[in-house]
C-alpha cells in the first residue's frame, strides 16, 4: 500500500499511470483478491489518497464496504448493483475522502431518486466531486438531494448550483441550508431554484408550516428561504423570528411574498 504518504497531484497522476502500463502491478492501495471489506479509519487519508482508492475500487468487484471515516460505504448499493431508492448517508461523520469515493461510484447508478447527505463535512472538495458525478450522469430519476449541513462554502455551493441546473427535471428539492454560502452563490441558487422550481432550504412542496426561528440565518439564508417561497403554492405560515436577516434578507423575502399575492 501507497497510501498515506502525502503525495501531490503529480504524484498520484504518475503512480496511476504507472499502474495503467504494469498490468502486474494490482493495486497500489494494499488490497487482496476477493477481499469484501476494507479499513482505513485513523489513516488520515487525503483526497488525493481517496482518488488512488477510487481507481480500484471499481475493479474490485468483491469488495462490499470500505471504511475512510468510521462508517462502512455501502459500495454495492452506491454502484446500483443492489438497487435502492434511497441513499441515505445523513450524519455518518463523512468527509472529503469519502465524499470523493461516493461521488466515483454513484455516476453510473441509474435507480436511485433520493440523496442524502445531511451532517456531514464533505465541503467544498466533497460537494464538487459529487456534483461533478451527478453532473457527468444526469440521473432521470433523481428528486431529491440534501447537503445541509455540510461546511459547504461559496465554491461548493456554486457547483451545486451547476448540477441543479443541468439536472433532470424531476429533481424538486436541493437542499444548501446551513452551510457558509455567500450572497453570490445564494443569488445563484436561488436564480436556478425558481426557475426550476427546486426547493433549497428544506421545506417541502406541499409543506404548509415552517417554523425557522432562532436558526441564526443571515441574508444569504433568507435569499434561498425567499426563492422556496415563489416555488411552492402550499406555504402558509413562515415564522423567521429572532434570526439575523438584516434589510438586505428582508428585502428579498419582502418580494418573494410580494410577487407570490399577486
Request: a negative charge; charged letters at 20%.
Amino acid at each position: 500500500s501507497l497510501l498515506a504518504n502525502q503525495f501531490d497531484e503529480t504524484s498520484v497522476a504518475s503512480l496511476l499511470q504507472l499502474k495503467k502500463t504494469r498490468p502486474a502491478l494490482t493495486t497500489l492501495c494494499g488490497f487482496k483478491r476477493d477481499q469484501t471489506r476494507a479499513g482505513f479509519m485513523g489513516w488520515g487519508l487525503t483526497p488525493l489518497d481517496a482518488r488512488l482508492l477510487a481507481s480500484e475500487i471499481s475493479e474490485l468487484t468483491s469488495l462490499l464496504e470500505i471504511n475512510l471515516d468510521g462508517f462502512a460505504l455501502p459500495i454495492k448499493q452506491l454502484t446500483g448493483e443492489l438497487p435502492v431508492e434511497t441513499l441515505d448517508l445523513s450524519r455518518k461523520g463523512l468527509g472529503v475522502a469519502s465524499a470523493l469515493v461516493i461521488a466515483s461510484l454513484i455516476g453510473s447508478n441509474e435507480t436511485f431518486t433520493s440523496l442524502r447527505l445531511y451532517g456531514n463535512k464533505i465541503g467544498d472538495e466533497g460537494a464538487a466531486a459529487i456534483c461533478d458525478a451527478l453532473q457527468a450522469h444526469p440521473k432521470a430519476q433523481l428528486a431529491s438531494f440534501d447537503v445541509s449541513h455540510n461546511s459547504i462554502g461559496p465554491q461548493g455551493a456554486r457547483s451545486v448550483a451547476a448540477m441543479a441546473a443541468a439536472a433532470a427535471r424531476s429533481l424538486t428539492e436541493c437542499n444548501v441550508c446551513y452551510n457558509d454560502i455567500d450572497r453570490e452563490a445564494a443569488v445563484l441558487l436561488a436564480r436556478i431554484g425558481t426557475e426550476r422550481g427546486i426547493m433549497l432550504f428544506g421545506i417541502r412542496h406541499d409543506q404548509t408550516q415552517a417554523s425557522l426561528s432562532a436558526k441564526e440565518l443571515g441574508p444569504e439564508d433568507a435569499i434561498l428561504v425567499a426563492s422556496d417561497v415563489l416555488v411552492t403554492s402550499s406555504l402558509l405560515s413562515l415564522d423567521l423570528h429572532a434570526n439575523q436577516l438584516g434589510s438586505y434578507g428582508a428585502s428579498a423575502l419582502a418580494r418573494a411574498m410580494a410577487a407570490d399575492c399577486s
